[in-house]
């Protein structure tokens, strides 16, 4: 006889004593699902040929159903093993072809969720906030040397020529020179050098002005020749201005430039001794004044 199963409609083919007349519960070997099996009447009486089902009993149809599950497991286990491998990606299907743009992807997306969670450790955020205050101190102190030069070199005038290597000049005189010129001329015969000049205050308070002395260079900057005068005034303060001038007779010929500086014999109070200076060619009266002979 043969029986099918309610589930998946897979037929077996059983003796009529393997169910019995008060039928019995038999499971599918396919789809693993059971069921109340009743006995079925065969329309005709059996063939000779069926005498070969007479002896088996109900431990052949166990049997039979064993070794059909087992078939079917197979089956089952060799389609799941294809359809893993038909949905595995193509880079990953062997160690050896694995994409090295996919290990590079991976590594860098690790590295961004570590230093995320490193990012918010206390000790992380120590740091930052070391890094930001060590920022602003240096900040600070950068505008400090740059704007609190001229009180700085004050101090400590060995400063000055650090500053002056830097290209940042430090007046600490308060002090300065503005149109400055020297002019060779002839007075009654003889040659004349005629200096003239002007001091400008630069501090809000009053500054005392010191002798300026003019210093004659020669063509390799060496001093000639030099000599001071005292201004007429006595201090200036910022936007005040006086003028002063100065000659020499006979000056000497080799002369080519002229300087003028504060003397530094008695400096302000505080004050560095190294005063401003200002250079100038000299030129002669006929570069001038070309109407004069």
């Not at 990012?119 to 930001?132: E, G, M, N, T, Y």
């Amino acid at each position: 006889m043969i029986i099918t199963c309610p589930h998946c409609q897979t037929k077996y083919q059983v003796t009529y004593e393997a169910i019995g007349s008060a039928g019995r519960k038999v499971q599918c070997a396919y789809c693993q699902r059971a069921w109340q099996q009743e006995p079925v009447v065969p329309e005709a009486p059996p063939a000779p040929a069926d005498e070969m089902f007479d002896a088996m009993a109900e431990d052949g149809l166990d049997e039979a159903l064993v070794t059909e599950e087992r078939a079917v497991a197979a089956e089952l286990a060799r389609r799941l093993a294809i359809e893993q491998e038909q949905a595995r990606p193509e880079t990953q299907k062997s160690a050896g072809e694995v994409d090295p743009a996919v290990i590079r992807k991976r590594q860098k997306a690790f590295l961004r969720r570590q230093s995320a969670l490193i990012a918010h450790l206390p000790l992380a955020r120590l740091r930052r906030a070391a890094r930001v205050a060590g920022v602003l101190i240096l900040c600070v102190l950068i505008g400090a040397l740059y704007f609190g030069r001229v009180q700085l070199v004050e101090r400590v005038p060995s400063l000055a020529g650090l500053y002056a290597g830097l290209g940042l000049g430090v007046n600490v005189v308060g002090l300065d020179f503005s149109n400055v010129t020297a002019q060779r001329a002839l007075r009654d015969g003889k040659e004349m050098l005629i200096v003239s000049a002007q001091i400008v205050g630069l501090t809000a308070d009053p500054v005392g002005v010191p002798p300026v002395v003019v210093t004659l260079l020669g063509p390799n900057g060496a001093a000639i020749y030099e000599w001071s005068v005292t201004p007429s005034v006595r201090d200036l303060m910022a936007g005040e201005r006086s003028s002063f001038d100065t000659q020499l007779a006979l000056p000497p010929g080799e002369a080519e430039r002229m300087r003028l500086s504060f003397a530094a014999a008695a400096p302000q109070p505080g004050r560095a001794a190294s005063p401003p200076s200002r250079s100038v060619p000299i030129s002669s009266a006929d570069q001038t004044n070309p109407e004069h002979p």
